[in-house]
């Protein structure tokens, strides 16, 4: 048995693991869930809230795109101040915010005051978010702390089928006359147990050397984002004047300069919101790219199905949310290959992915009967879901793995970041246009409308597919 040398350094110690750490991993997954449910569970009531509230076609893209708006504009800022500032802190303020922002979604009494309280419910899920992944970080070693992230993982992968459930389930329940509020009021009891138990049991934890939050460059990024969904929305409605073309314009020339400024800024201790430095790597560039059409598509897609289903084809709310978890079966059945898969074949089983969504959506579409008086039945879409859910597994769960194989390990966290504020930013365009080219053409039918929309969805994951035959050929194990 070797023995340490008189000579040599004192062995680091590891700190003693927290007594409670896996009780608090449990307390926040549990007010993580509430974001990762909220990002689906609404867009099944979207029907109903356009009814009882008088909504406009673009008040309803609104509520489904200021949600991620709000998620992706503040994200990365919130890490930041979470590892500087403190976790627990930033956790127990999102926490409570998420609750009294789903109540004032819960009682909103018109369009405006229904997507004010969302763009604040998705400021607030990015202050709660990332403390999560962070504390994980800290809390956990080695083999635990991969479980710790297979938890998480596993929870996250759930969450979209049992949003999708939940949304058409509470809708027609209509608890204590409620209706679709409940989708929103559902949180504020969560919310309040999470805030007691989080007090109680989940440690502070911070990085002593994190840097400065850029606070003026998420304000940048914030306007930016607004400044690029905005005319997309309300252009349709007003004619696509000129000022809209000029907004657009200005929020692509925001975010561009933003990463100008950060890149050849001199260090100052400043954390940087979007680092030049990794967009200069053609593998993070691209990887980019593919989550934000990958998540255009996504959201573009339940958006307008949801629509289409209530309102052309008669289903109810919980109807409509049992058919669309067969998309998420799909992804259950092949997620757990992806990674392995993806070591061996790398960007090849990506592109398949990205296909396989490509053609299942397709199916949905072809599946769709245009005749004038007959229904479409729910069998004929199940196969193209399930199918639009296997491409998915492929897709999404070695992407990141894949692109951050080529990213130095220093821009690693930061590049994941910026992954997920694409993936906001992408579902909250495709609301945006995809929602727009549906709600153009509602004059002319439901199913004229869906017809028109589905090239978009289609067309967004052949564009995947295509840029990921730019990735790298391997990722690592």
Known sequence: MPTTPLTAPPPTTTPEPHPHRWTAAAVMMVAALMDLVDT?????????????????????????????????????????????????????????????????????????QL????????????????????????????????????????????????????GGVLTDADLFGWGWRSVFLVNVPVALVTFVAGTILVPTTKERSAGRPDALGSLVLAGGLVAIVLPLVQGRQYGWPLWGWVCLATGVLAIAGLVVVETRRRADGTLPLLPGRAFRLPAFSVGVLVQLLFSVGMQGFFLVFAVWLQGGEGYTPTQAGVLTVAFSVGGFLT??????????????????????????????????????????????LVPGLVIAGAGLGFLVVPLVNVVLSAVPGDLAGGASGIFSTAQQFGGALGAAVIGTVFFAHTHEGPTDALNAAMPWVTAAFILCATLCTALPRRTTA
């Open 335 to 380: 997620a757990p290959a992806a990674d392995g898969l993806a070591v061996r074949f790398g960007r090849l089983v990506l592109a398949a992915g990205a296909l396989l969504m490509a053609g299942g959506f397709a199916w949905v579409w072809a599946a769709v009967d245009d005749t004038a008086d007959v229904h479409t039945g729910a069998w004929p």
């Open 40 to 112: 689906t569970i609404v867009n099944v009531a979207i029907p109903s809230i356009g009814r009882d509230l008088h909504a406009s076609t673009g008040d309803l893209q609104w509520t489904v795109s200021a949600y991620l708006l709000g998620f992706a504009a503040f994200l990365i800022v919130s890490g930041h101040l979470g590892d500087r500032y403190g976790r627990r802190t930033l956790f127990l303020v999102g926490t409570a915010g998420f609750g009294l922002a789903s109540l004032a979604c819960g009682i909103a009494q018109s369009p405006a």
């Open 115 to 166: 997507i004010a309280a969302r763009a604040v419910q998705g400021v607030l899920a990015a202050v709660l978010v990332p403390q999560v992944i962070g504390s994980f970080r800290t809390l956990f070693q080695g083999k635990e702390r991969g479980a710790a992230f297979g938890m998480y993982g596993a929870v996250a992968g759930f969450a979209s089928a049992i949003g999708l459930l939940l």
